[in-house]
């Protein structure tokens, strides 16, 4: 019995590395790890200035038992050589300023332990979208040899509990 426990407490955390699912987005270049195999990459859309990559968190269900998608949205774009992190920050932020019942809670970068990723901020909000459903989320912002990147990590307030390991996780990961 202690040997088989033992197994179990050695395999564990093992089984929980091998569901993780590191990714390099070259155009970044930003390298990320994806925490398990709920989170199911969306082919990258490509615009003229842009190239964005998007994570759906699959058999997720809210409060109510209503199908939720948790969702991480990395933007990658070409900015100036002299973009500086606050400008490109602000101007990504005012689209979510707009939202009903935005409300910025927390700002954190590389300096407090949260972000490993240098020349870049972070965020944790809240809105509500047009469905009344509330929101958590974070936003990071980086600038990274010429260019800006934006990664969102979007849950619906009710799953945010349950979620924000695997959120915090990503966002230690980034690099």
Partial sequence: MKKLLLTLILLIPALTLLAQKDHYLKEGPLSLTIPNDNWMPINPTRTKTSIIYHY?????????????????VITIE???????????????QKPYQS???YKAEKVFTDSDGMLRLHYAVGHKAYYEDAHGVKHTFYFIH??????????????????????????????????
């Fill in 142 to 175: 980086a600038i990274k040899q010429n260019k800006g990147i934006q990664v969102i990590i979007d849950t619906p307030s009710s799953l945010f509990d349950t979620l924000e390991e695997e959120f915090t996780s990503v966002i230690r990961s980034l690099d």
């Fill in 78 to 92: 070409q900015v100036h050589a002299d973009m500086e992190l606050t400008k490109f920050s602000l101007s990504k």
């Fill in 56 to 72: 759906k968190r699959l058999n997720t269900k809210d409060s109510t038992g209503k199908k939720a998608f948790p969702e991480i």
């Fill in 99 to 101: 939202l009903k019942g």
